[in-house]
């Protein structure tokens, strides 16, 4: 386990993501119902908001699901847990697999947003449902501009973030329904404040 996995994105995480994030964990993750999958679980932080009858499997590439957090929190959670490496653009379970599928501030980051999409797609049961709550390219063009300025120096600090991504033609592409999918303001600085969340829904083949 490498130094930065192990002592700072952990801590960098729970700092930025954390506290402030519960209300909007809890809204989201009211709507989780069956098999949930969850990829990239970093430290766990939505473990406690899923409701007593869901069974989540989480899938997280980085060393810190090991982090002694990210197993106190699977211990305290309401729902089964279980936690296993795993990356989104590749995911190891059969189509048609889950209920749900949930991404909370990991489309920042995966290489391909479009491969970890139509990875969720395809997991998905007919009728299936994207719970998503993520950071995208700022609404406003001068703070976007300021983004795309700062996007390498940002990515390294933050463990490959990207802040500039925008998801809506992605989500219809993969074949979700963007709709259910709103802009929110989250409590984060300027540069990060824009975000979508919401539930998108799996358009028939
Ligand atoms: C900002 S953290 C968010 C963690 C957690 N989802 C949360 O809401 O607190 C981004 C997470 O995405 C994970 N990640 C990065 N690339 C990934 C990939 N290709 N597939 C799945 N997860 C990935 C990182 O390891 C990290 O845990």
Request: aromatic residues 6%.
């Amino acid at each position: 386990m490498g130094l930065l996995d192990r002592h700072v994105f952990p801590r960098l995480n729970d700092l930025l993501l954390g506290r402030a994030f519960e209300g909007l964990r809890s809204e989201l993750l009211a709507g989780a119902e069956g098999r949930v999958l969850e990829i990239g679980s970093g430290t766990g932080l939505n473990f406690a908001h899923y409701g007593a009858s869901v069974e989540v499997t989480a899938v997280e590439p980085s060393d810190f699901r090991e982090a002694p957090r990210a197993r106190a929190r699977k211990k305290e959670a309401k729902a089964r847990v279980s936690v296993a490496h795993g990356k989104a653009e590749a995911l190891p379970f059969d189509a048609g697999s889950f209920d749900c599928v949930v991404s909370t501030f990991v489309l920042c980051s995966v290489r391909s947003v479009e491969a970890s999409l139509a990875e969720a797609r395809r997991v998905l049961k007919p009728g299936g449902r994207l719970l998503l709550l993520e950071h995208v390219r700022s609404r406003d063009p001068g703070v976007a501009r300021w983004q795309e300025r700062l996007r390498p120096v940002w990515m390294t600090v933050f463990g490959g973030c990207d802040p500039t991504r925008q998801l809506g033609p992605a989500l219809d592409a993969a074949g979700f329904d963007p709709d259910g999918v709103e802009a929110v303001d989250l409590p984060l600085p300027r540069l990060a404040r824009d975000g979508v969340m919401g539930v998108a829904l799996t358009k028939p083949r």
